[in-house]
């Protein structure tokens, strides 16, 4: 109707693309884009319209954008233009007649295209400028005027933007506005809609009336575009006309005159019809007629109908008419609906016969006549509309008849379909969406046909009818229902599908379809319906099936959404906003519910059903709201489970919330079937029927299948024979609502129903819960276990009561609903059973309960005790607890009884059936549940000892799961490892075993123990289960490291142990068990490959006890034990036992044992160390008993374990301070003496005294032996002459550290348990033993690890308590001595004891060499006078320490000792002789400073001259340096005694002294002199000598004599020599060679001087003058520290300042160290500089 739709342009020939070059940049190229349409031809052959100029081939075209004329550059306006089909330009049409370039010639350029805006608005002035108007015309204008106005220039405004935006034409950019807003058009255009949508303007009488019978609003219409409209105007033009009032302000000269105009008389005289008028009258008729006054609005309104063909004119087939022209006769060819003559009854005719034609095209015809001529008006009378809504109606109503001709008569032929366009008609322009479409092949078929037919329907009737039903829906409603009901009782009964019913009420609902089908029924469809309603018949509503309501009522599927099995058209329009259901057809039903017509509803509902229509659930929702509201009585609620059953049994599916309403029926009206069900037979009937059909409805909801329904009676044959076949109804499509459950509502009226004990209600809720949790097939089994958690509490006490009630019926079912339902909720279970028999409940209450119980347990072997695909047997664990448990936890001894013979009763078939229930949900049980379980089997076990009552699989595969759920932590799927992940691990890192859980450890160690015992009771195990067994728990008890290994033969396998990490705290019951299971009397047939043992030859089964598999875990794991004080006491008891028992009752000489005795003997060790520990008596007790045992089975005389366990029960003894009233001392005692007496001869005690024993062993032998010799008689040999005896005969060892065990063990025992009394024998023993032993331990020297003292005090002990044998002990003794002097290091103390032994003896044992020794001198010290006589003069060496102890010795002795003047002279010689030991220089130190004590000690004894003893002692020495060291010695030897008497006699010898030290420093002060390599040893003991001079001068005397020097002589005697010995080394000129030789002397200068500035000599101040040589000597450049602290403390002293004084005992003991430096100096460089020594080096003069 207008050409500015966007996409109405011919494609592809409508759209022309141009590329041109800029002017300013020739480069640039730019796109311009046209889109147009082809103006067709006025006749349907005729060719197109063409003009040629310029060899141009124009067209005329209409304009979709604004293009630029090619020859005058300026734009084209009005829609029309020439296009040349050549080179694509337009061309205006006045343009045509003047001079045109030549076709291809032209050169498009920007010029071409582009435009300003002022040539824009000039031109579209210049053509549109009778459409403008100010705003002061526009208030005088008409409503038509303007409306005109404006919608033509809207037309050209949307060709000019889309122009713009194609490129059609550029705008020149010298323009800086917008332009589209400095374009007036659209100004003018919004200006002309404001005026228009204000509704001010004045509307002409004429058009007033059509808007008011239409109910249209000024405001809101478009007269342009509106075809009703038009065709009025048509209609009124071509009368006469009447002439109205013009607007105030209008212009009256603009009417034409015309030569056939006729107006109206003053009468009412009808108005005629003109079928040809001038163009003048047609513009006269709209001045009159509309007050289109003006002169532009007018001729385009002319020109708008003439396009659309209202009426014709040859003369301006394209042009806009022109006033000129006004005279032109323009021709109506068609009548119109709206003319008042008789041709309109041949126009309806005519629409008639058409439309009732099979041909489309002449159908399309009729159509076109209905649409454009006669469209639905309020001027339009009645007959004429009801009429052609007759026509059309049945035009929609035979599509099926036209259908079947065309199958018949036109396919089977291959004719061409009337009516059906081919592929080589002209298509139509503009193509349209709703257009009939081409076919898309050659060949016609039946559904080209249809959807012609159907696009005839949408473009034509459909909107005809709308705009009908837009008038007045009710009485379109009205009309509607009488042609369909006028159609049906005169249709005749020849139908395609033979089996549809041909009744009224069936074909006047098919026509109602069909209205839903062809989406013409708009908003009545619920008026029609209601209509359709109430005119059924009763006989119709109760017996009957009409299918095709399923087609009226029936939704889409949404997973079928493209087919159309619904011909409800879903239209919704917006009302004020909101979104209005146009149909609602369910509205009816349920507005009748609300009112008074519930039975009739009801029956209605039914119907429906019956019929297989699905019903909306929220339907049957307002119903059971009724229910609630008390509105229904049970007659009426058993019509709706009727109607209920019936919808549910044709399509189930995606109606689950039903059951709700059938819920809240049923518990609305419970009281009532209740009442019913006690009342007559018919009530009663009524009320069954009504529960059994509503519970069948729910169980069909639920999923469960209808043959399963019908077979237990749920369902009847009368419910549900006249129902449609469910193959024909989409059932399919929809899906289950989730979840889906039980109504809770239901549930309380379930379980009150069944708590009225009703058999027949009972049996039927029975069947209900059973076909529900067991058969609901759109139940997941999850949701069977949600509905069975949330209802427990109601389920159990309904299987309670039916187990109470006895009828075949449901003796399966309940057993089947019983199990499925304590699968899912055993919590439940285990609460209601604990209801029923808790010890709060009565006795004779839990009695009656334990034998439903009981019940319940003896179906365990019904074949229908099973649910299939589910583990079923850990939900009756529970029942067999309330069934067992009783046994041992109920008070009442009545109860205790009644099970008791119960459970007697039970034969084999099921108590196999309930361990397998164990069996079979121990793996699935959680962790908790675990644990209670294995509780139980263990107080069980105790009550059934032979009932294996968990199998060896079961044991062993749970001990796997958590052996590996321990070294894999939680990679598994087990319970174990949900059970963690649900609560975590104990401690943050789990990956070691002790860290899991400890519910976990518990049923471990649970599992383990029930294994342990039913080994222990003889149940019946095989050799894998029980190598399994066994390796799980070892790794249980700490052998992390166990595994499987091949057995020695490599033809079986065994546990290896290893890795122990100690007893867990959670296994130690299962090793508590292990003495039982030791302890067990049941034989085993055990292979010694299962053991590990290396004795497999033949690999034959050893007949053993049940506990000999054990006995290597044991043993390993009582050996591997750090801490045995960390087990329990009943732990450690219990593996004490397990030793007793395997000693006792285990043979270790078995082959697949004997390989186990090292490890008993190393876990019999191990019980020794318990005996020295802080444990019970208890447990020490039995400890003893172990080792004594084994000791008395013979086996251990050759180890080592006897010597430790006597060791052990000493300590034992000790620890407890050998408390005689103690019972464990008593027993450890007992313990010794048994087994020394026992094993003496075997040299236990010798073995014993190889080990260090202490004195507590001793002091144990001697009460011991004590005790035994009390009891022993007199002739038999005591136990102390047989143990000591034992020890002696053996030889010496090859390790001499046990021989110095031995010897010092032998000299406790001498001294101790037995030294006086001893046999001749054991003398003669001991003896040949001593200087055995003496001889071969001096040729080891002193370093062997031997002491040969203990030998000596052995000897010496002897001799003074065995007198009888004095001469053999004496030489004894002399030999050891002699022995032990020449090679070891002797004690003093020793030497002194064998002294005093000797000296006690009678003076007829001494020696006879009266030459040496006095009568009074022993044997002894002649002995170390003549050894030290020998080593002084070196003709005999012994070791420093011998010698210090050998002078000492002497030094001891108070007897006058003849020849000591003669020893203490050999001493002076040995003192200034004597080569010292480097390694042992203390050692010699001290010996010389106990031989300078001989010396000084032989002065006093023997008042002898010192001088003459240092003259003979000194004689025809030639090395200065030793002599002055001897003097040292002497010095010090004088210093270290605290008397004062060696002081007066050593101090007078200076004189003595002076010419050995003036020789020893004289050397080297010689000029020329070299210095021998011990010069620097010289030089330190002349320093050493000069200090100890002035100390020994400076120490206080209480008797001085004259002939002792001062301090000064001393000085004055000794410091010149030592004075020029330092001025000879001059710092600065001491060759190289000799600066150590220097650097002594300087030091030695600064030490003197220190030395005699802090012991507050008085020959201090005479060091001053030395002040200036130490500065020389330390300002020379040498680094001498004592240099350095000397001058800084004589200046010091210079100044006053008191230095710290400097004791004599530092002195003595810095002169000691000095003098042991001095000497390992003197051994140094003589041994490393001699060759440095023979060059000719010396001493600076």
């Known amino acids: 109707m207008c050409a500015v739709h966007f996409d109405c342009y011919d494609y592809p020939e409508g759209n022309a693309h141009h590329q041109y070059a800029a002017v300013s940049d020739s480069a640039t190229r730019k796109l311009a884009v046209h889109r147009f349409c082809l103006i067709p031809p006025s006749k349907q052959d005729a060719d197109l319209v063409t003009v040629k100029r310029a060899q141009h081939i124009f067209r005329h075209v209409n304009l979709f954008t604004l293009p630029i004329c090619f020859h005058c550059v300026l734009p084209i306006w009005g829609s029309q233009a020439f296009h040349c089909t050549s080179c694509k330009l337009f061309m205006h049409l006045t343009c045509l007649d003047g001079p045109l370039a030549i076709c291809g010639i032209v050169d498009i350029s920007s010029v071409h295209m582009t435009i300003s805006l002022d040539s824009i608005s000039r031109t579209f002035s210049d053509y549109y400028g009778d459409l403008f108007l100010s705003s002061e015309d526009l208030g005088k204008r008409s409503f038509e005027d303007i409306s005109v106005s404006s919608a033509m220039l809207w037309t050209q405004l949307q060709i000019y933007n889309n122009g713009l935006a194609l490129g059609s034409f550029v705008l020149a950019s010298d323009s800086h506005e917008d332009p589209t807003k400095a374009f007036e058009l659209q100004y003018l255009v919004e200006l002309y809609e404001a005026y228009l949508s204000s509704g001010k303007l004045p509307v002409s009488a004429t058009l007033a009336e059509y808007l008011e019978a239409n109910q249209h609003r000024p405001s809101s219409s478009v007269i342009m575009f509106d075809w009703s409209t038009l065709a009025y105007i048509s209609s009124t033009i071509k009368s006469s006309h009447d002439v109205q009032s013009p607007p105030s302000g209008a212009w009256p000269d603009l009417r034409v005159p015309g030569e056939n105009m006729a107006t109206q008389d003053d009468n009412d005289a009808a108005r005629h019809q003109f079928e040809v008028v001038t163009l003048g009258h047609l513009r006269n008729s709209l001045g009159y007629e509309f007050n289109m006054l003006s002169e ?22 394209t042009c806009v008419p022109e006033l000129a022209k006004s005279s032109q006769h323009c021709y109506f060819p068609l009548p119109l609906g709206f003319d008042l003559s008789t041709d309109v009854e041949t126009l309806v005719s005519a629409i008639e016969a058409c439309l009732s034609d099979l041909d489309l095209s002449v159908n399309e015809c009729g159509f076109l006549f209905l649409v454009r001529r006669f469209w639905p008006s309020g001027l339009a009378s009645d007959y004429a509309l009801r009429r052609l809504s007759h026509a059309v109606l049945s035009w929609i109503f035979a599509e099926d008849d036209n259908l079947a001709k065309i199958l018949r008569d036109f396919i089977p032929q291959g004719i061409n379909l009337p009516g059906v366009r081919s592929g080589f008609d002209v298509p139509v322009w503009p193509t349209t969406h709703d257009a009939r479409r081409a076919p898309s092949s050659s060949t016609n078929n039946g559904g080209d046909y249809v959807a012609a037919r159907r696009c005839l329907l949408s473009r034509y009737a459909a909107r005809w009818l709308l705009a009908l039903h837009d008038q007045d829906f009710v009485a379109y409603a009205r009309l509607s229902s009488d042609i369909i009901q006028d159609i049906a009782s005169h249709h005749e009964s020849s139908c395609l599908n033979a089996h549809e019913s041909s009744s009224t009420a069936e074909r006047s609902l098919r026509f109602i379809t069909r209205l839903c089908r062809a989406s013409v029924s708009f908003t009545v469809l619920d008026d029609l319906f209601l209509m359709w309603l109430q005119t059924l018949e009763p006989e119709v509503l109760d017996t009957a099936s009409l299918p095709i309501l399923q087609r009226l009522l029936n939704r889409d599927s949404a997973e079928n959404a493209s087919r159309h099995t619904t011909f409800v058209d879903q239209v919704f329009a917006q009302a004020d906003g909101h979104v209005v259901k146009l149909s609602d057809p369910w509205g009816i039903v349920r507005r009748a519910a609300k009112g008074n017509g519930l039975l009739d509803s009801l029956r209605w509902l039914r119907l429906f059903a019956r019929s297989g229509v699905d019903i909306n659930v929220p339907i049957f929702a307002e119903y059971s709201e009724l229910s609630r509201k008390g509105l229904v009585t049970l007659k009426q609620a058993s019509v709706f489970a009727e109607a209920t059953l019936m919808s549910v049994w044709t399509k189930s599916m995606g109606r689950q919330d039903l059951q709700k309403s059938i819920s809240t029926m049923i518990a609305s009206l419970q009281p009532a079937i209740k009442s019913a069900l006690r009342s007559s037979s018919d009530n009663a009937s009524c009320a069954s029927t009504f529960i059994r059909q509503c519970l069948a409805t729910c169980l069909l909801l639920y ?94 006490p309904c299987i309670w009561h039916f187990y109470g009630i006895q009828h075949h019926e449901i003796a399966s079912i309940r057993t089947t609903l019983f199990l499925r339902i304590s699968i899912v909720d055993p919590q439940s279970f285990y609460e209601f059973m604990s209801s029923m028999s808790g010890p709060t409940v009565a006795w004779d209450i839990r009695l009656l309960a334990l034998d439903r119980f009981f019940r319940m347990v003896l179906d365990i072997t019904s074949p229908d005790f099973v649910v299939k695909d589910r583990l079923w047997k850990h939900s009756v664990v529970n029942l067999f607890y309330h069934a067992f448990e009783p046994l041992w936890i109920d008070e009442k001894e009545e109860v205790r009884t009644a099970v008791d013979t119960w459970l007697q009763t039970l034969l084999s078939a099921p108590l196999d059936a309930i361990a397998s229930c164990w069996n079979d949900a121990f793996a699935d049980l959680p962790m908790s549940k675990r644990l209670r379980l294995v509780s139980f089997l263990l107080q069980l076990q105790s009550h059934f000892p032979t009932w294996r009552v968990l199998s060896w699989s079961t044991v062993v595969e749970t001990l796997f799961e958590y052996d590996h759920l321990q070294h894999n932590s939680n990679d598994e799927d087990s319970p174990a490892v949900a059970h963690l992940e649900m609560y975590g691990p104990k401690t943050q890192n789990d990956a070691h075993p002790q860290d899991l859980d400890p519910e976990i450890h518990s049923i471990q160690t649970s599992i383990a123990l029930l294994g342990l015992r039913m080994m222990e009771n003889g149940v019946e195990i095989d050799l894998m289960s029980c190598l399994k067994f066994k390796l799980y728990l070892t790794k249980m008890i700490g052998f992390s490291g166990a595994q499987m290994v091949s057995a020695f033969n490599g033809r079986a396998f065994s546990v290896h142990l290893d890795g122990f990490n100690g007893i867990p705290q959670q296994s130690l019951p299962c090793v508590n068990e292990f003495a039982r299971v030791l302890d067990a009397p049941h034989p085993f047939n055990l292979p010694p490959s299962l053991m590990n043992s290396p004795f497999t030859e033949d690999d034959r089964p050893c007949r053993v006890l049940i506990g000999s598999i054990w006995i290597d875990a044991v043993l390993g794991a009582f050996c591997a034990i750090d801490e045995p004080l960390e087990l329990p006491a009943l732990t450690l008891k219990s593996l004490l036992e397990a030793l007793m028992a395997m000693i006792y009752k285990h043979d270790f000489d078995s082959p697949a044992l004997r390989h186990l005795d090292v490890l008993l003997r190393k876990a019999l060790k191990k019980t020794l160390d318990l005996l020295l520990v802080d444990l019970s008596y208890d447990l020490r007790q039995v400890a003893l008993s172990v080792i004594e045992t084994y000791i008395k089975r013979g086996s251990a005389i050759s180890g080592a374990l006897v010597t430790e366990s006597i060791e052990r029960a000493v300590a034992l003894i000790a620890l407890l301070k050998h408390n005689t009233e103690d019972m464990l001392v008593t027993r450890a005692k007992s313990f010794i003496e048994n087994t020394l007496v026992t094993l003496a001869q075997s040299g236990v005690f010798c073995s014993l005294c190889k080990r260090p024993l202490g004195s507590d062993f001793f002091m144990i032998i001697k009460s011991i032996a004590e005790a035994e010799s009390r009891r022993a008689p007199s002739s038999q040999e005591s136990l102390r002459e047989v143990l000591l005896q034992s020890v002696v005969t053996q030889p010496p060892d090859a390790d001499w550290k046990i021989n110095h065990n031995i010897a010092l063990n032998v000299k406790e025992y001498t001294e101790l348990v037995h030294f006086e009394g001893l046999s001749k024998w054991l003398i003669k023993d001991l003896m040949n033993w001593l200087m055995v032993t003496a001889r071969r331990a001096s040729a080891l020297g002193s370093n062997a690890g031997f002491d040969p003292n203990l030998l000596l005090y052995i000897s010496t002990t002897l001799l003074q308590y065995n007198k009888a044998h004095t001469k053999d002990l004496l030489e004894c003794t002399e030999t050891v001595l002699r022995v032990a002097l020449s090679r070891s290091n002797v004690e003093k103390q020793c030497l002194i004891r064998a002294s005093h032994a000797v000296s006690s003896l009678s003076d007829t044992s001494l020696s006879s060499k009266q030459d040496l020794v006095s009568s009074n001198t022993n044997h002894v010290t002649h002995i170390l006078l003549e050894i030290l006589e020998d080593v002084f003069r070196a003709r005999a060496r012994v070791t420093p320490s011998t010698l210090n102890a050998i002078v000492e010795t002497i030094l001891c002795t108070d007897v006058r000792i003849v020849g000591l003047r003669q020893v203490a002279c050999s001493g002076l010689y040995f003192l200034h002789n004597h080569a010292w030991i480097i390694s042992d220089s203390s050692a010699e130190l001290s010996a010389s400073i106990s031989v300078s004590r001989l010396v000084l000690h032989a002065v006093d004894v023997g008042r002898v001259s010192l001088s003459e003893m240092i003259a003979e002692g000194f004689e025809k020495s030639t090395q200065a340096g030793t002599v002055v060291r ?43 002199t070299t210095p021998s390599e011990s010069a620097v040893a010289d030089v330190e003991h002349a320093f050493i000598a000069l200090k100890l001079w002035l100390l020994l001068a400076q120490m206080p005397l209480a008797n001085p004599t004259r002939e002792s020097p001062s301090v000064k ?39 003197l001087f220190l030395f005699v500035l802090q012991s507050r000599s008085p020959v201090g101040l005479d060091t001053v003058p030395y002040v200036v040589m130490l500065n020389r000597l330390r300002d020379s450049g040498r680094r001498n520290s004592a240099l350095s602290k000397a001058c800084s403390s004589l200046s010091r002293a210079l100044d006053g300042e008191l230095l710290p004084e400097l004791l004599p005992s530092a002195v003595i003991a810095q002169a000691k160290q000095d003098v042991e430096n001095a000497e390992k100096l003197r051994v140094f460089e003589s041994v490393q500089r001699p060759v440095e020594r023979k060059r000719d080096t010396r001493i600076p003069t």
């Open 296 to 317: 532009g609005p007018a001729r385009h309104c002319l020109s708008h109908l003439h396009k659309l063909g209202f009426f014709t004119c040859a003369e301006f087939p």
């Open 703 to 796: 999923g469960c299948d209808r043959a399963m329904l019908t077979s237990n009676e749920m369902i009847t044959e009368e419910d549900i024979k006249i129902l449609p076949s469910r193959r024909k109804q989409n059932t399919r499509v929809a899906q289950a609502t989730d979840p889906i459950i039980i109504e809770g509502e239901l549930m309380l009226v379930v379980s009150t129903l069944v708590a009225t004990g009703m058999e027949q209600v009972v049996c039927l809720i029975a069947k209900f819960l059973h076909s529900f949790i067991m058969h609901a097939s759109l139940l997941e089994a999850h949701e069977v276990d949600n509905f069975v958690l949330r209802n427990g509490s109601t389920l159990y």
């Open 1526 to 1568: 001897a003097w040292n010695i002497l010095l010090l030897g004088v210093l270290s005694d605290s008397a004062d008497t060696h002081i007066r006699v050593l101090l007078p010898q200076l004189n003595a002294f002076t010419p050995a030290y003036y020789k020893c420093l004289g050397t080297y002060v010689l000029e020329g």
């Open 1609 to 1647: 002589v001393i000085w004055n005697e000794l410091w010149p020599p030592f004075e020029a010995l330092v001025n000879l080394f001059k710092a600065d000129s001491v060759p190289e060679d000799l600066l150590p030789l220097a650097t002594t002397i300087w030091a030695s200068v600064a030490n």
